[in-house]
């Protein structure tokens, strides 16, 4: 029998929250883990600070039938998790962030979803949800990548959507696909981009339907401890590198598997959707992109037409709102140099 849903949880130096993360799997679904409907697979990306046994002794107290692996070597984050689902088997699987955690009652409403033949009968290759965001405090700080406000099913390609619903994908928790759909080729073509899920999405968005659910299904951790050096000595090269990256990511996803038969509408609403989104992240990081323009923006843009005219609503957008915004930029960086 073939298991309906692996977790995957990667973990790098977090010891509490890996346990913790854990514990809401088995929760409410024990009896899944033991009767082989669900999997939980730990890996441990050789966290310096974590020793293995003790964690292994931990995850068995649990429950034994949680898998653990760990790296020799640190591989960085987009590669453990590229591990973790290639050597995936399940039907669907998903990733739980360590610092994250699953909602009461959510993997059972993700495996009633995927054992009522709509799945299978909708061809749908991934199942999204939008991201509730709390502070530790366990204040509700924010909700985002929530496209509709009832449940819904995108089918394969959408027009109109296929940028949105990709843009949802990079919450990691809270975001279910099947395995044997991803394009690790394409996965490792762009391994070290920090938002590897848009780009691991286009082709199981491609592939098949989108069920979307308008429910809180995993709770986020948000502005708590990040380990994000590999991106940036500073907060501020760390914001620089998730601009670019982002801004690439989605470059990647609108060309992904482009047709040059479509038709002159499909090509309309692709430079519309694609302008839409570029202008959206150019405007909420409009500090980081003025204050280093030329690294927060990736080369290949500049001579893409919807990223030149999203540029251009954007400058207009500064100078509408705030006039001296770019004086003040500059003369900041002049100033830290």
């Not at 293995?52 to 039938?65: C, F, K, M, T």
């Amino acid at each position: 029998m073939t298991t309906a849903l692996s977790v995957l949880i990667p973990v790098y130096q977090r010891f509490t929250g890996a346990l913790r993360a854990s514990r809401s799997v088995l929760t409410h679904n024990q009896t899944d883990l033991e009767t082989g409907r669900i999997q939980l697979i730990i890996c441990d990306d050789a966290s310096p600070s974590i020793d293995p046994d003790e964690l292994r002794r931990e995850l068995a107290a649990i429950h034994p039938l949680i898998e653990f692996r760990r790296n020799v070597t640190n591989l960085g984050m987009s590669a453990n998790i590229l591990g973790m689902v290639e050597s995936c088997r399940s039907f669907y699987c998903t990733i739980l962030t360590d610092d994250d955690w699953f909602e009461p009652g959510a993997l059972t409403e993700i495996l009633r979803q995927l054992e009522s033949g709509v799945i299978q009968k909708q061809s749908v290759t991934s199942i999204m949800s939008p991201r509730y965001s709390y502070l530790e405090s366990g204040e509700l700080a924010a909700v985002s990548c929530r496209i509709q406000d009832s449940n819904c099913l995108f089918p394969a390609k959408p027009r109109g959507q296929s940028l949105p619903l990709a843009e949802g994908a990079y919450i990691l928790s809270g975001y279910f696909f099947r395995p044997d759909c991803v394009d690790f080729d394409l996965w490792r073509q762009h391994i070290d981009n920090a938002f590897f899920p848009i780009i691991y999405s286009a082709s199981i968005m491609k592939t098949g339907s989108t069920l979307y659910l308008n429910q809180s299904l995993v709770h986020h951790t948000t502005q708590n401890l990040c380990h994000w050096q590999a991106w940036g000595e500073s907060d501020q090269a760390q914001q620089v590198r998730l601009c670019h990256d982002y801004l690439e990511s989605l470059a990647i996803v609108s060309g992904y598997g482009r047709s040059r038969n479509r038709s002159l509408g499909d090509r309309v609403h692709t430079h519309q959707q694609r302008m839409k989104s570029y202008n959206k992240r150019l405007i909420e990081k409009r500090d980081v992109v003025l204050a280093d323009l030329g690294k927060s923006i990736p080369l290949r843009l500049w001579v893409d037409p919807a990223f030149l005219q999203a540029f251009v609503r954007f400058l207009y957008f500064i100078f509408r709102t705030d006039p001296g915004f770019v004086i003040r930029g500059s003369r900041k960086k002049r100033q830290e140099r």
